[in-house]
């Protein structure tokens, strides 16, 4: 069982940055790709970023590429997506999710996440 717990959200205006955090425990946590999602009231689930087991690749929703990046650090059991140029329709709940993927890609889809955290708040003020 991989137990994840996200940290770094906030309140910041339009324009900032934040960084969160995603650290993982329970498991071998290079062998899980990773993803961050993101849910706004009265919306879904939706994808933001996803990054590989190895790190090796990345994937991006159209809406945050360019100014968000996602990495990861194996050593440290560590997923984070750095966020730039906040927009107040960044606002939402983010979680980290832990897919148990069998290649060294990474899934934009939620249902194929097997573990997930219980998310940070994000909220940004134009």
């Known amino acids: 069982q991989v137990q994840l717990v996200e940290s770094g959200g906030g309140l910041v205006q339009a324009g900032d940055s934040l960084r969160l955090s995603c650290v993982a425990s329970?498991?071998?946590?290079?062998?899980?790709?990773m993803g961050w999602f993101r849910r706004a009231p009265g919306n879904g689930r939706d994808f933001v970023a996803g990054?590989?087991?190895?790190?090796?690749?990345?994937y991006y929703a159209g809406s945050v590429k360019g100014r968000f990046t996602i990495s990861r650090d194996n050593a440290k059991n560590t997923v984070y997506l750095q966020m730039n140029s906040l927009k107040p329709e960044d606002t939402a709940v983010y979680y980290c999710?832990?897919?148990?993927?069998?290649?060294?890609?990474?899934?934009?889809?939620?249902?194929?996440?097997?573990?997930w955290g219980q998310g940070t708040q994000v909220t940004v003020s134009s």
């Open positions: 999710g832990a897919d148990r993927t069998l290649g060294d890609v990474a899934t934009t889809i939620p249902n194929n996440y097997n573990y």
């Open positions: 329970g498991g071998t946590f290079s062998t899980y790709a």
């Open positions: 990054i590989s087991k190895s790190g090796g690749s990345t």
